[in-house]
């Protein structure tokens, strides 16, 4: 079965651009969270999606949002960059988000 | 605001030898209990869980001892080797899975040869 796979893995944009990453689940799974890791906060939940629907929002502000299609796949928007956004963006699936979460590898943003 | 206390930040153990972790939560709705280990530009990769019901879980030479009562769990890593040096994360979850996982701030481990 495949993992979590995360396009693009790479990204560099500029302060004040926008941004739009994908993650697709593990067949089956129809849940997925959003998180951002950084050296100085470590690794931070930005958002959860179920069956299309956002259940459950971390401390982050309304620049980040996301949204999840019918086949469960997810994207997570940026915008307005600033450059503490700069971090690696991990998605996360589960079969319904009361299980155990599978890691994708992850889109390493820069922003200059 | 809700947190999950890691300690070690980083450990040195030797070929063989035990490789303890530690964490602390103060949020007593966590029922939940995962360890993660992350390679360098890797994802992090579930290891073992726990819930609050048990108070040891062993899956091969990792095992989560938890302290209910202490709100402390942690992580033995048993004959360690240099292929487990990654950096290790505990993190705690509530509110039946839609919340998300809350994470301690990860342990450095490296296992000498």
């Known amino acids: 079965k495949a993992g979590v796979t995360q396009t693009p893995r790479y990204l560099i944009k500029t302060r004040g651009q926008q941004v739009t990453l994908s993650c697709s689940p593990i067949?089956?799974?129809?849940?997925v969270s959003w998180y951002q890791q950084t050296p100085g906060q470590g690794l931070q939940f930005l958002f959860e999606y179920f069956s299309e629907t956002q259940r459950n929002k971390g401390n982050f502000p309304g620049r980040f949002s996301g949204r999840q299609f019918s086949n469960s796949r997810s994207e997570m928007n940026v915008s307005t960059l600033e450059l503490g956004d700069s971090a690696l963006y991990l998605c996360?699936?589960?079969?319904?988000?009361?299980?155990?979460?599978?890691f994708g590898p992850g889109t390493r943003l820069t922003v200059l | 605001q809700q947190q999950v206390k890691q300690s070690p930040q980083s450990l040195i153990v030797q070929k063989g030898g035990i490789s303890i972790i530690n964490c602390a939560y103060e949020?007593?709705?966590?029922?939940?209990f995962p360890w993660y280990q992350q390679f360098p530009g890797k994802g992090p990769a579930l290891l073992i869980a726990i819930r609050p019901d048990v108070s040891e879980k062993k899956e091969g030479r990792f095992t989560i001892s938890f302290n209910k009562s202490a709100k402390q769990f942690s992580l033995h890593i048993m004959d360690s080797q240099p292929g487990d040096s990654a950096t290790y994360f505990c993190a705690a979850r509530s509110g039946g899975g839609a919340d998300g996982l809350t994470f301690g701030k990860g342990t450095h481990l490296i296992i000498q040869p």
């Open positions: 949020n007593t709705a966590f029922d939940y």
């Open positions: 067949s089956g799974h129809r849940s």
């Open positions: 996360a699936s589960s079969l319904s988000g009361h299980n155990e979460q599978f």
